[in-house]
Protein backbone atom coordinates (compact mmCIF):
# COMPACT_ATOMS: atom_id res chain seq x y z
CA UNK A 1 0.00 0.00 0.00
CA UNK A 2 0.94 3.47 -0.44
CA UNK A 3 3.49 5.37 2.41
CA UNK A 4 3.38 8.31 4.24
CA UNK A 5 6.67 9.15 6.15
CA UNK A 6 7.25 11.59 8.81
CA UNK A 7 10.43 13.35 9.83
CA UNK A 8 11.83 13.73 12.96
CA UNK A 9 9.62 10.63 14.64
CA UNK A 10 10.30 12.46 17.58
CA UNK A 11 11.99 15.88 18.32
CA UNK A 12 12.30 18.26 21.87
CA UNK A 13 12.73 21.85 21.62
CA UNK A 14 13.14 24.91 23.98
CA UNK A 15 10.01 27.06 24.45
CA UNK A 16 10.60 30.14 21.66
CA UNK A 17 11.99 28.52 18.99
CA UNK A 18 10.99 27.04 15.67
CA UNK A 19 10.06 23.13 14.34
CA UNK A 20 9.65 21.75 10.85
CA UNK A 21 7.78 18.71 10.40
CA UNK A 22 8.16 17.22 7.47
CA UNK A 23 5.67 14.94 5.54
CA UNK A 24 5.96 12.73 2.55
CA UNK A 25 4.50 10.26 -0.12
CA UNK A 26 6.93 7.83 -0.39
CA UNK A 27 5.57 6.16 -3.84
CA UNK A 28 2.34 8.41 -4.86
CA UNK A 29 1.54 11.63 -5.58
CA UNK A 30 -1.01 13.79 -3.90
CA UNK A 31 -2.43 17.16 -4.51
CA UNK A 32 -4.14 17.53 -0.84
CA UNK A 33 -2.16 16.51 2.60
CA UNK A 34 -3.89 16.64 6.27
CA UNK A 35 -2.36 17.84 9.09
CA UNK A 36 -3.90 17.07 12.41
CA UNK A 37 -2.83 16.94 16.14
CA UNK A 38 -3.20 14.55 18.90
CA UNK A 39 -3.19 15.15 22.70
CA UNK A 40 -2.31 12.34 25.35
CA UNK A 41 -5.41 10.27 25.71
CA UNK A 42 -7.64 11.74 23.14
CA UNK A 43 -8.42 12.05 19.52
CA UNK A 44 -7.57 13.49 16.53
CA UNK A 45 -8.00 16.99 15.72
CA UNK A 46 -7.73 18.19 11.96
CA UNK A 47 -5.72 21.13 12.42
CA UNK A 48 -5.57 21.94 8.48
CA UNK A 49 -5.53 21.04 4.87
CA UNK A 50 -2.53 21.47 2.64
CA UNK A 51 -2.99 21.95 -0.66
CA UNK A 52 -0.16 21.90 -3.38
CA UNK A 53 0.52 24.87 -5.22
CA UNK A 54 -2.17 26.98 -2.89
CA UNK A 55 -2.83 27.93 0.61
CA UNK A 56 -2.97 25.91 3.34
CA UNK A 57 -7.13 25.45 4.61
CA UNK A 58 -7.11 25.75 8.34
CA UNK A 59 -9.77 24.81 10.94
CA UNK A 60 -11.19 26.94 12.88
CA UNK A 61 -9.32 28.10 15.96
CA UNK A 62 -5.57 26.58 14.79
CA UNK A 63 -3.64 29.69 14.41
CA UNK A 64 -1.85 29.87 10.71
CA UNK A 65 0.66 32.55 11.68
CA UNK A 66 1.77 29.90 14.33
CA UNK A 67 1.49 26.71 12.78
CA UNK A 68 2.84 27.66 9.06
CA UNK A 69 2.17 24.77 6.32
CA UNK A 70 3.98 24.50 2.79
CA UNK A 71 3.39 22.03 -0.15
CA UNK A 72 5.38 23.02 -2.30
CA UNK A 73 5.51 19.44 -4.52
CA UNK A 74 2.94 16.68 -4.76
CA UNK A 75 5.06 14.56 -2.13
CA UNK A 76 5.67 17.10 0.79
CA UNK A 77 3.97 19.26 2.88
CA UNK A 78 5.42 20.83 5.82
CA UNK A 79 4.21 22.04 9.08
CA UNK A 80 6.35 24.67 10.77
CA UNK A 81 5.10 25.67 14.65
CA UNK A 82 6.67 28.61 15.31
CA UNK A 83 7.50 30.38 18.83
CA UNK A 84 6.59 27.22 20.27
CA UNK A 85 5.54 26.66 23.30
CA UNK A 86 4.81 23.64 26.14
CA UNK A 87 0.86 23.90 25.21
CA UNK A 88 2.41 22.88 21.60
CA UNK A 89 3.32 19.71 22.99
CA UNK A 90 1.93 16.98 21.20
CA UNK A 91 1.48 14.12 18.38
CA UNK A 92 1.25 15.63 14.83
CA UNK A 93 -0.20 13.06 12.20
CA UNK A 94 -0.44 13.75 8.71
CA UNK A 95 -2.22 11.87 5.82
CA UNK A 96 -2.19 11.89 2.80
CA UNK A 97 -4.64 10.37 -0.24
CA UNK A 98 -3.39 9.25 -3.93
CA UNK A 99 -4.55 11.72 -6.71
CA UNK A 100 -6.70 10.09 -8.59
CA UNK A 101 -10.57 8.24 -8.80
CA UNK A 102 -9.77 4.97 -7.25
CA UNK A 103 -8.25 6.23 -4.17
CA UNK A 104 -10.49 6.88 -1.55
CA UNK A 105 -8.29 6.17 1.49
CA UNK A 106 -6.52 8.19 3.13
CA UNK A 107 -2.88 7.39 4.55
CA UNK A 108 -1.62 8.20 7.84
CA UNK A 109 1.89 9.21 8.85
CA UNK A 110 3.77 7.45 11.43
CA UNK A 111 3.57 10.97 13.57
CA UNK A 112 5.86 13.21 15.00
CA UNK A 113 6.07 13.48 18.58
CA UNK A 114 7.03 17.65 20.10
CA UNK A 115 7.98 18.14 23.29
CA UNK A 116 8.57 21.51 24.03
CA UNK A 117 10.88 22.30 27.03
CA UNK B 1 -19.88 15.92 8.60
CA UNK B 2 -22.33 13.41 10.44
CA UNK B 3 -21.39 13.09 13.96
CA UNK B 4 -20.49 9.17 15.38
CA UNK B 5 -21.04 7.90 18.67
CA UNK B 6 -18.72 4.49 20.13
CA UNK B 7 -18.46 3.34 23.38
CA UNK B 8 -15.54 4.78 24.59
CA UNK B 9 -14.25 0.90 25.51
CA UNK B 10 -14.63 -2.92 25.21
CA UNK B 11 -12.66 -6.03 26.42
CA UNK B 12 -12.61 -9.31 24.77
CA UNK B 13 -10.11 -12.42 24.95
CA UNK B 14 -8.08 -14.25 22.04
CA UNK B 15 -10.08 -15.98 19.78
CA UNK B 16 -13.08 -14.25 20.04
CA UNK B 17 -15.90 -12.07 17.59
CA UNK B 18 -15.32 -8.81 18.46
CA UNK B 19 -18.30 -6.42 17.50
CA UNK B 20 -17.99 -2.48 17.37
CA UNK B 21 -21.18 -0.39 17.08
CA UNK B 22 -21.08 2.82 15.56
CA UNK B 23 -24.32 5.25 15.43
CA UNK B 24 -24.41 8.15 13.05
CA UNK B 25 -28.06 9.27 12.86
CA UNK B 26 -27.69 12.03 11.06
CA UNK B 27 -25.31 10.26 7.49
CA UNK B 28 -26.24 11.88 4.55
CA UNK B 29 -27.10 10.56 1.14
CA UNK B 30 -23.58 10.83 -0.19
CA UNK B 31 -21.78 9.72 3.10
CA UNK B 32 -19.48 6.52 3.56
CA UNK B 33 -19.04 4.63 6.65
CA UNK B 34 -15.07 4.27 7.55
CA UNK B 35 -13.59 2.38 10.24
CA UNK B 36 -9.90 3.40 11.12
CA UNK B 37 -7.37 1.30 13.45
CA UNK B 38 -4.53 3.37 15.52
CA UNK B 39 -2.19 2.16 17.94
CA UNK B 40 -0.49 4.06 20.63
CA UNK B 41 2.12 6.55 18.84
CA UNK B 42 1.43 5.83 15.86
CA UNK B 43 -0.97 7.22 12.93
CA UNK B 44 -4.34 5.64 12.17
CA UNK B 45 -4.21 2.60 9.35
CA UNK B 46 -7.26 1.83 7.24
CA UNK B 47 -9.47 -0.83 8.13
CA UNK B 48 -12.30 -1.08 5.93
CA UNK B 49 -15.11 1.48 4.36
CA UNK B 50 -18.80 0.53 2.94
CA UNK B 51 -21.98 2.33 2.17
CA UNK B 52 -24.78 -0.06 2.82
CA UNK B 53 -25.58 -3.82 3.03
CA UNK B 54 -21.87 -5.72 4.47
CA UNK B 55 -18.32 -5.32 3.10
CA UNK B 56 -15.97 -7.75 4.25
CA UNK B 57 -11.87 -7.84 3.34
CA UNK B 58 -9.20 -10.02 5.20
CA UNK B 59 -9.13 -8.03 8.59
CA UNK B 60 -13.04 -7.38 8.94
CA UNK B 61 -16.58 -7.16 8.09
CA UNK B 62 -18.29 -4.08 8.07
CA UNK B 63 -22.34 -4.19 8.84
CA UNK B 64 -24.38 -1.97 7.88
CA UNK B 65 -28.39 -1.86 7.80
CA UNK B 66 -30.73 -0.25 5.47
CA UNK B 67 -31.35 3.04 7.39
CA UNK B 68 -27.97 3.50 7.85
CA UNK B 69 -27.76 5.36 10.89
CA UNK B 70 -25.72 2.77 12.91
CA UNK B 71 -22.69 0.22 11.19
CA UNK B 72 -20.74 -2.46 13.07
CA UNK B 73 -17.55 -3.36 12.82
CA UNK B 74 -16.62 -6.66 13.12
CA UNK B 75 -13.27 -8.11 14.15
CA UNK B 76 -12.77 -12.33 13.77
CA UNK B 77 -10.80 -13.88 16.50
CA UNK B 78 -9.50 -10.95 17.73
CA UNK B 79 -5.65 -11.47 19.53
CA UNK B 80 -3.73 -9.74 21.57
CA UNK B 81 -2.18 -7.74 18.83
CA UNK B 82 -5.42 -6.55 18.19
CA UNK B 83 -5.81 -4.03 21.00
CA UNK B 84 -6.14 -0.53 19.84
CA UNK B 85 -8.45 2.17 19.65
CA UNK B 86 -10.82 2.15 16.91
CA UNK B 87 -12.38 4.78 14.94
CA UNK B 88 -15.85 5.15 12.53
CA UNK B 89 -15.74 8.01 10.31
CA UNK B 90 -18.74 9.50 8.27
CA UNK B 91 -17.95 11.32 5.57
CA UNK B 92 -18.33 12.23 1.79
CA UNK B 93 -16.45 10.34 -0.66
CA UNK B 94 -15.51 12.53 -3.48
CA UNK B 95 -15.89 10.94 -6.86
CA UNK B 96 -14.17 12.31 -9.99
CA UNK B 97 -10.37 12.01 -8.93
CA UNK B 98 -10.40 14.66 -6.42
CA UNK B 99 -8.71 13.91 -2.92
CA UNK B 100 -11.09 12.33 -0.39
CA UNK B 101 -12.77 14.83 1.80
CA UNK B 102 -11.28 15.80 4.88
CA UNK B 103 -11.89 13.50 7.83
CA UNK B 104 -13.57 14.40 11.65
CA UNK B 105 -12.16 11.82 14.05
CA UNK B 106 -14.80 11.44 17.08
CA UNK B 107 -13.70 9.54 20.49
CA UNK B 108 -13.11 6.26 19.03
CA UNK B 109 -13.29 2.97 21.06
CA UNK B 110 -10.15 1.28 23.01
CA UNK B 111 -10.62 -2.41 22.44
CA UNK B 112 -8.47 -4.79 24.84
CA UNK B 113 -7.78 -8.15 24.21
CA UNK B 114 -7.23 -10.08 26.95
CA UNK B 115 -5.48 -13.59 26.55
Known amino acids: GAVVSQHPSRVICKSGTSVKIECRSL??????MFWYRQFPKQSLMLMATSNEGSKATYEQGVEKDKFLINHASLTLSTLTVTSAHPEDSSFYIC?????????????FGPGTRLTVT | LAKTTQPISMDSYEGQEVNITCSHNNIATNDYITWYQQFPSQGPRFIIQGYKTKVTNEVASLFIPADRKSSTLSLPRVSLSDTAVYYC????????????????FGQGTILTVHP
Open chain 1, 95 to 107: SATPTGPAYYEQY
Open chain 1, 27 to 32: DFQATT
Open chain 2, 89 to 104: LVGDRKAGGTSYGKLT
